[in-house]
């Protein structure tokens, strides 16, 4: 019987020794890149394994929607006038043959502007069958590859090509290669990976703030980027002091405090999962997310988002006013609360820190509502700030004012149109809920007096929350899959319509060729975000078809392109 349970027990410690280790093989780290670069890199892009990447990717939820067959016929006439859709697929074939891992490109230093950059990756096969690929590739990115030289190097030749300073300078070394626009930072290259040197604490694996940020990041990831914004933060000061610009001191410290920004991207399961990490302190503020108006939310909600609020830091917004809109309405709406006698201190304690909006979109409603809420601590204060804000809002337009149910309501008048609304404030006991119209704040209102939460009991929120660590400073909820079917219900009309009066939009896309909703809807699920303070920085982790990240990527890039083009038209 001994003999049997020491077996058992054998057995139980091999099988854990064995779950650990495949654990521990599936944990993706850029050791070996690190162990390359120098401290104080300023910039890492790293690519642990390009084919597994790409194997992820095909299995992901996007992907697969992509790839429905009813979507390619739909995106075929807009996919056939991108511009070199066959040179990119041969290059992915070339990446998938070579077999590329451990990829990176990191800035190492900034000298007189003039950034020092390193890259490499390994490869599968012989230098020789790989020199038919990368060859191709140098020519492409390199201009006046006529000019070049061949340098010997500890055993290694060395290929510089093109002319200072379009220069790249290259060397195998065994399975690996590398390339660097400055010659003495390849050959400190490969004397790391000869182990040549052997000075631990000069590579990026002993820079503290580079360790630091890591160990907040993913394992098995599939990209990771590190930015040390130091270098950048130093350059644009004395750009600043060159032309005289005054940077508010919060805006200035601010910036001085970030230690370091890394993220990471792994697939998971179909979805794709971020991480981000900025290290810097915690913000003052002695609260948490309760995320307590989720009970606002109803079946029909598509959006729901969560932050502190720092009264300190947007009242020192409003110095800045005049630069921005924004800025400029805070600075007016400041400025207007403090002739009126509202202080800084009446909106800490009229009111809570939390946040919070809610967009809803029923089934029969041509558009959205939107509504945004603030718990209310002390209700005498909060009645003498709304009062100051609809005078902030508009000086020029008269709110009339109500009482319902122990509920003031004020409204805002506007004149009727396409998109025809009537702004309201509501302001009870216990919460304040600001909409574009009337009947959604008073329903958000019915909803806060009541203990039932269609949102926060629906299967689709709580498999979402759960998907990313409990926020304390933020969190973010979308329902892609309901967004998508109430804007196909709204546009396809629209769209039908258009080509029907504009024949020219036939050449781009085929109306009558959209998907259904149905068939896209089912490989969307909802994107979550969740921002936590973790020791020395703050961590934004987010779940989804696509996350949070990089949605606001997509729509900020032509934001950031239509800004620029207006203002070359406007100079």
């Excluded at 500890?154 to 290669?177: C, L």
């Excluded at 959205?368 to 204060?381: C, E, F, G, H, Q």
Aim: hydrophobic residues 40%.
């Amino acid at each position: 019987m001994r003999k049997l349970i020491f077996i058992v027990i054998i057995a139980a410690l091999a099988a854990v020794g064995i779950l650990y280790g495949l654990r521990q093989a599936q944990r993706t780290t850029p050791a070996a890149v690190v162990a390359l670069l120098p401290r104080g890199t300023i910039a890492l892009v790293h690519m642990p394994d390009c084919n597994r990447t790409r194997d992820e990717w095909h299995q992901s939820d996007i992907y697969q929607l992509y790839r429905e067959p009813a979507v390619q016929d739909f995106l075929q006439r807009p996919l056939t006038r991108m511009p070199q859709r066959d040179a990119t697929s041969e290059t992915l074939r070339e990446i998938e043959q070579l077999n590329l891992k451990d990829a990176f490109i990191a800035v190492t230093s900034i000298d007189n502007n003039n950034p020092r950059f390193a890259g490499g990756f390994r490869f599968r096969g012989s230098q020789d069958d790989a020199e038919k690929t990368i060859g191709k590739w140098r020519s492409q990115l390199v201009t006046g590859t006529s000019t070049g030289e061949s340098v010997e190097y500890q055993q290694h030749k060395i290929e510089i090509v093109g002319a200072a300073p379009n220069q790249v300078a290259t060397a195998y070394d065994g399975d690996w290669f590398f390339a660097s626009n400055d010659l003495a930072e390849l050959k400190t290259i490969l004397d790391r990976a000869d182990r040549r040197t052997q000075d631990r604490q000069s590579i990026l694996e002993a820079d503290d703030a580079f360790r630091s940020a890591t160990a907040h990041m993913l394992s098995g990831y599939a990209l990771l980027f590190y930015l040390q914004p130091k270098a950048f933060t130093e350059k644009l000061a004395s750009l600043r002091a060159a032309i005289a610009e005054q940077v508010p001191l919060e805006q200035h410290s601010l910036l001085e405090q970030i230690g370091s920004i890394c993220g990471t991207t792994r697939f998971d399961k179909g979805k794709i999962h971020d991480a981000v990490f900025i290290g810097m302190p915690k913000s003052a503020q002695n609260a948490s997310l309760t995320r307590s108006s989720l009970q606002l939310g109803t079946r029909d909600t598509f959006l729901y988002l969560a932050t502190l609020l720092n009264f300190e830091k947007l009242a020192s917004l409003s110095q800045a006013g005049g630069r921005q809109p924004f800025t400029g309405w805070l600075e007016k709406i400041f400025d207007i609360s403090s002739r009126a006698g509202v202080t800084l201190k009446d909106w800490k304690v009229g009111f809570e820190l939390e946040l919070a909006s809610l967009a809803d979109w029923p089934e029969n409603a041509r558009w959205p509502s939107l509504v945004a809420t603030i718990p209310v601590k002390d209700p005498v204060r909060a009645g003498k700030i709304v009062s100051t804000l609809t005078s902030a809002i508009d000086e020029d337009v008269s709110w009339t004012r109500t009482e319902k149910n122990g509920v003031q309501y004020f409204f805002m008048p506007t004149p009727g149109g396409w998109f025809a609304n009537a702004p309201t404030i509501a302001l009870s006991n216990r919460i304040m809920v600001a909409g574009l119209d009337p009947v959604s704040v008073e329903a958000a209102i019915k909803r806060a007096q009541s203990s039932a939460s269609d949102l926060s009991n629906s299967r689709a929120y709580q498999a979402a929350a759960h998907a990313v660590p409990a926020p304390t400073s933020f969190f973010a909820y979308i329902d892609t899959a309901l967004l998508y079917s109430r804007l196909d219900a709204a546009l396809r009309p629209l769209l039908v319509m258009s080509a029907a009066f504009m024949p020219a939009i036939s050449d781009y896309v085929d109306a009558g060729k959209l998907p259904a909703p149905e068939l896209v809807t089912k490989h969307l699920s909802p994107i979550v975000s969740s921002q936590r303070y973790d020791g020395d920085g703050y961590v934004v982790e987010s779940v989804g078809p696509i996350t949070l990240n990089q949605a606001a990527v997509g729509l900020g890039l032509p934001a950031i392109f239509w800004t620029i083009a207006q203002q070359q038209k406007n100079p």
